[in-house]
């Protein structure tokens, strides 16, 4: 029976590889809604064939369909990620939906659980990326961060809402983290797995990290 308490948020660009299996993996937990970005590949008929509900954003940048799909969203929580296929959200949603109803504002994947059992998931470039980040975040907003680039979260809808999102690219996860800070959030985090990408293609580029580390640093004092 589907909890109808929680929308899984899943914006998606050119995802037809995965956003098929994804969905039919957890479209009988809760409400599904995929927003597709613009995709040319049939995300979004893909999608909404195996029982989504999908919103048509044209805007380009993840952070315009993630800011497009919170407004349609009434469920007292939300649960968001990536749809490529890294994120194994069945495995996590009871985990993260009880961490928000037990008071957690915030909830955040940290994908470095395991890592070494799954060598291909981050190439090393990546994942020292991700670690640099993650350090630096957590010393410029003494915060302990593990992984601020997680694509999988969960929020309290009415706490997010609070939040003003202006990113609209790769900086969404700081932009994230740096609101909950400020409004002084309970941030919880649970270990996750992290799959490698079907297409094994990352979206991630190498001068993405340092425009997150700069957005990170220019907006301490904001």
Not at 6 to 12: D, E, G, K, M, S
Not at 91 to 106: A, E, H, K, M, Q
Not at 154 to 181: H, M, P, Q, V
Request: hydrophobic share 40%; aromatic share 12%.
């Amino acid at each position: 029976m589907k909890d109808k308490d929680v929308t899984i948020l899943l914006p998606a660009l050119n995802e037809a590889s995965s956003i098929g299996s994804l969905v039919r993996g957890i479209v009988e937990l809760a409400e599904v809604l995929v927003v597709d970005n613009g995709s040319v590949d049939g995300t979004g008929d893909i999608a909404k064939e195996e029982g989504a509900k999908v919103l048509n954003v044209q805007v380009r940048g993840k952070g315009c369909a993630v800011k497009e799909g919170i407004k349609v969203i009434n469920t007292p929580y939300i649960i968001m990620s990536d749809s490529d296929g890294t994120y194994p959200i069945f495995d996590y949603f009871y985990t993260i939906l009880f961490s928000l109803r037990l008071g957690c504002d915030v909830v955040m994947g940290g994908r470095f659980y395991n890592i070494l059992d799954r060598p291909h998931a981050f190439s090393l470039l990546n994942l020292i990326g991700n670690i640099i980040l993650s350090k630096s975040a957590s010393f410029l907003y003494k915060r302990d961060v593990p992984d601020l680039c997680t694509g999988l979260w969960g929020f309290r809808k009415s706490f997010l809402d609070s939040f003003e999102i202006k990113s609209k690219g790769f900086t969404l996860e700081a932009e994230f983290f740096i609101n909950a800070c400020r409004l002084g959030a309970n941030i919880g985090y649970v270990p996750i797995m992290y799959l490698p990408r079907e297409d094994s293609t990352a979206k991630l580029k190498k001068w993405d990290g340092f425009r997150i580390l700069w957005y990170l640093v220019k907006n301490k004092d904001g």
